[in-house]
Every structure is written in structure tokens, then in C-alpha cells.
């Protein structure tokens, strides 16, 4: 069934989708990764570039489908760049030379085969130094999938539910993180490695599962589904590596392919909100199109979603481009929603992001308005309750539907918040005390709520049954000298959170339940 599954992915994806799995399969083999494309213009015919263990540098062209003459000749120009022109890349001599291989997960038809091969000894013939072709094909590349993630399929009946349920949910949907992290822990990387090798199988097992439970997200061109399910291995990577005190030489190159993944959807996304003239949907639309708190909902998800991909330093966006998204936030900025504490971080990255782009006032009202609100209904203790951050946007959405045979309780949070701690110290470090000290005493009635782990790698797992509900009240004699100490106090950070800085601002999206005050110190901290 697994081998089925795998085979119906592979059939169905294009390059872009199975290359960061083609990559972990190579390095399961030895290779070092050089680079993993996005598929710019500047590639030289070179998506992927590796140097095997005998030391040969060698250059990929992913391809997608079956190549026969008529797709051969349109490729040619790009595949005569993969073995005539040599391997640009920092580091790499040369005047070494290169293997070249052609890679598609479709049928390379006979006649191109014997064109390839014609080609390889009329140069070898007449001396041309230039690369010799070889061809992976889609049964190839098929039992390498196989083979890298074997041992690690699911074989108990709960394990194969959840593994199906990702499998086979609608890819236009909003993905089913909870069972993806299900499925993630409970097979490759749910063991504790007791040698080098099972360490690297189990993160390689963990790439190829996860690419192609992605399959109906990515037929669908769900961006953020796909960007949502990458965070998710992120931090099961992250947590698995901090668990067991993996070497980083064993998963830095994983992870990197990981979070390349992450960017590369979420600019999809951006780039699709930036061509489009407002966020409906419907089919058709006009009449059918949606509206009201789903618009509202997909509003703020998109837009918080790619102001956090344009705070990463690794996504090198231009001044244009970043100066389009701020104003895309600035214009929709009335239909932004707090549904609930799960809506905080992709606010705080709107908030973050208009400050760097020198909009600070449109960034202030954003956090004024959710500190004022959330203390003002919390002291009041009646009325409307703000839903905790472990409850989801859909949760919130299906709470308007007549037909629900059960409804999310959460009216025994009425006066608690998770997040109004972080708002504090964000308002701190701006030195606002104009905004936090008219909201003090009421502020003091409020109770604040934080759940620790008590292992510090379980910060990246969905649910932990480990830990400790920390809650306390700001005290009516509190200094603003030593709220302004707290919030800049960097050395409290955990050392997990330290570790994958560059992920945890992904990480809050996907597990928004995680938000911390040190966790929103990390990522003021990076972006300053």
C-alpha cells in the first residue's frame, strides 16, 4: 500500500515538490548538497548540485513527466547547459569536471535514450570535455523512495488512520497538523537512534513521508498548507535532533532543504496575494463568493503568513517587493481578525514586519488595539471570551454553525490570557508606557497563563503531557524599569528556542500554542 502511495505521489508531483526528497535521498547515499534550486533562470541547467563520496562534483536537472523527442528538443538547450558548461558554484573547482544527470519522474522514451547515448560518445570520441549524460527515470526513482523511508511506514491500526487521513484530505483545505505530527512521531522519528546511520534514515524517512502526504496540497497549490506541513517536520526535526543530542553535521543540511521548502510556499503565497485584487473565494465567484469571518480568517492568515516569510533574512525579498506587502497589510488592515489567542503571531508579524518597513504607526494601532481589547474583556470577565491559543480558526469558524453536536468550551478561560504577557514586554521594549500604565490595575486582575515543558525540545511537539500551567498576576507595585528589564533580558531564552531561531517564527504559526514571552523576545531579538 505504502509503495502504492508513494508511486501515486511521485506520478502526480512536479520537480519543484519532489526535489527537497530527491536531495535527502542523495544524501542518504553519501552525497554532500551543495544546492538546491527554486527553478530561477540563472541555473546553468543545475537544479541540484552534490559531491559524491569519492569526491566527484555532480549536477541534477529535475524534470517533470515523460520525455519523449518532442519534449526532448525543448529541453535540449537546458540539458546541453547541464553537461557542457561547468559547475558555478563558491568552493567548487572548475576545471575538475562533473557528473550530469537527467531526472524525471516519468518514462524517458527509447529514441532519447539512444540520443543521450549517441551524444556521450560523439564526446567522448572527439575529445570534448564535457559531462557524460546519465539518466534517472522514474522506476529508479521510485525504489530509492521506497528504500529511504522503508522501516519507517506505519503498521499499527492508529498510526495507518492518521497516515490516511493526511493522505487523503481535501488539499484545499487547511492541513491536519495535529495527525501529520501524529504521524511524524509515532514512525521515523519516533525511536531513539542507537547508531550514526539510524539517525540519518529516520530524518530521510521523515523528508519522503512528508513530501508525499503533502500530494493533495500540492496538486491543490494550497501554499500555506504545503508551507504549514514543512513547518510541522521543522520542528519534529528539531525536536528529534534536541531529544537525542543528534550531531548537527547529521541534520543541518536536512533542515536547510526543510526551511527552504517553508520560504519557497510562503512566497508562492505572497505572490499570489500580490496579483490579486482581494482575498474572496467561491466557485463561481461574484454571488457565491465568501465573505464575513472567513474572509476575515484567510485575511489575516495570508497576510501574517507572508509578512513572516519577508522577516526571514534567508528570503532576500527586494525593497519593492517588501514595500508591496506592507502596503497589501495597510490596505486590508480593517479586515484583520483576533478570532482568538491562536490569531496572535501572524499579528505579531504584521506588527513586526510595518515596523521594519518604517510604518509604525499602522504596526502601533494593530498592537494597541488586541492589548486594549483583550484586558479591557478580560476584567470585565463577561460578555465575549477570547478562545485560549489552543484552539483553532476553524474551531472558532464552526462555532457559527447551527447544526454543531458540540461546541468548543472555553468559558472558563473568561480572565486568563496567554498572550497579553508577551503584548507587555513587546510594549516595553518600545518604552510605551503611556499605553500600558492607564491599563495597569486592571491589568493586575488578569491572569496570566504560560504552559512549560519540562523538557525543553518538547516546545516543538504538538502536545506534551510534560510539563507545568505556570500562571501568575502582575503585582499594583510593579516598576516599569524592571518590566523593561524582563523584556530585554535575553540570557532567560531556552537553548531549544536558541537553536532554531530561524524557525521559531514558522513554528508559532503552526503551533500557535507555543507562543512564549520568550518566544516573541527571540524573534523581536533576530528582527532587530
Known amino acids: 500500500m505504502i509503495e502504492r502511495a508513494i508511486e501515486n505521489w511521485l506520478t502526480r508531483t512536479n520537480e519543484r515538490n519532489y526535489q527537497a526528497a530527491f536531495c535527502q535521498v542523495l544524501m542518504h547515499q553519501g552525497h554532500r548538497v551543495l544546492h538546491s534550486s527554486s527553478h530561477g533562470p540563472m541555473e546553468q541547467g543545475k537544479d541540484v548540485i552534490t559531491v559524491e563520496p569519492d569526491g566527484e562534483y555532480c549536477g541534477y536537472q529535475t524534470k517533470t513527466g515523460d520525455i519523449d523527442l518532442k519534449e526532448w528538443r525543448n529541453i535540449r538547450g537546458e540539458v546541453q547547459e547541464l553537461v557542457e558548461l561547468p559547475i558555478d558554484y563558491p568552493g567548487v573547482d572548475k576545471s575538475k569536471g562533473h557528473r550530469a544527470y537527467l531526472v524525471t519522474n516519468g518514462v524517458v522514451t527509447d529514441p532519447v535514450r539512444v540520443e543521450i547515448s549517441a551524444r556521450n560518445e560523439d564526446n567522448l570520441r572527439k575529445g570534448r570535455q564535457y559531462a557524460q549524460l546519465t539518466v534517472i527515470a522514474r522506476d529508479e526513482l521510485l525504489k530509492a523512495f521506497v528504500d529511504a523511508q522503508g522501516r519507517f511506514v506505519p503498521t499499527e491500526l492508529p498510526d495507518i488512520r492518521s497516515f490516511l487521513e493526511v493522505y487523503l484530505s481535501d488539499g484545499r483545505a487547511m492541513l491536519p497538523k495535529e495527525k501529520l505530527f501524529s504521524v511524524l512521531e509515532l514512525t521515523a522519528l519516533g525511536e531513539e537512534p542507537t547508531r550514526k546511520s539510524d539517525a540519518v534514515d529516520a530524518i530521510t ?232 500604565e492607564p491599563k495597569w490595575r486592571k491589568l493586575t486582575h488578569v491572569e496570566q497563563q504560560e504552559f512549560v515543558p519540562d523538557l525543553d525540545a518538547d516546545v516543538f511537539s504538538w502536545r506534551t503531557r510534560k510539563g507545568r500551567n505556570r500562571s501568575f498576576f502582575f503585582t499594583p507595585t510593579q516598576s516599569w524599569a524592571g518590566l523593561q528589564a524582563t523584556a530585554a533580558d535575553e540570557t532567560a531564552i531556552p537553548g531549544s528556542l536558541r537553536a532554531f531561531r530561524s524557525l521559531v517564527p514558522y513554528h508559532l504559526l503552526v503551533c500557535p500554542h507555543r507562543t512564549s514571552a520568550a518566544a516573541v523576545r527571540l524573534i523581536e531579538a533576530v528582527g532587530a
Open 205 to 436: 524517512g521523515s523528508l519522503v513521508i512528508t513530501s508525499y502526504l503533502l500530494n493533495g496540497f500540492e496538486r491543490a497549490q494550497n501554499h500555506y498548507g504545503m508551507a504549514e506541513g514543512w513547518a510541522a517536520l521543522a520542528a519534529c526535526l528539531a525536536r528529534y535532533v534536541l531529544r537525542y543530542s543528534v550531531p548537527k553535521a547529521q541534520w543541518a543540511t536536512s533542515m536547510s532543504l526543510v526551511m527552504g521548502e517553508i520560504r519557497a510556499n510562503l512566497q508562492g503565497l505572497r505572490d499570489e496575494a500580490l496579483a490579486r485584487e482581494d482575498f474572496l473565494e467561491g466557485n463561481p465567484p461574484g454571488l457565491f463568493a465568501d465573505g464575513g469571518p472567513m474572509l476575515r480568517a484567510r485575511t489575516t492568515i495570508v497576510l501574517g503568513a507572508i509578512a513572516c516569510v519577508e522577516l526571514d533574512s534567508e528570503s532576500k525579498s527586494d525593497a519593492e517587493t517588501r514595500r508591496r506587502v506592507a502596503q497589501l497589510i495597510e490596505k486590508h488592515a480593517k479586515r484583520l481578525w483576533f478570532w482568538g489567542e491562536s490569531a496572535f503571531p501572524y499579528l505579531l508579524h504584521m506588527i513586526h514586519f510595518l515596523e521594519q518597513e518604517n510604518r509604525e504607526l499602522a504596526a502601533f494601532r494593530i498592537l494597541t488595539n488586541i492589548f486594549n481589547t483583550l484586558v479591557d474583556v478580560n476584567y470585565g470577565r463577561r460578555g465575549t471570551v477570547f478562545a485560549p491559543p489552543y484552539f483553532s480558526v476553524e474551531e472558532i469558524l464552526a462555532e457559527s454553525l447551527p447544526d454543531q453536536l458540540e461546541r468548543a468550551d472555553y468559558r472558563g478561560y473568561a480572565g486568563s490570557s496567554f498572550v497579553l504577557g508577551p503584548m507587555i514586554e513587546m510594549l516595553a521594549r518600545r518604552n510605551r508606557r503611556d499605553v500600558v
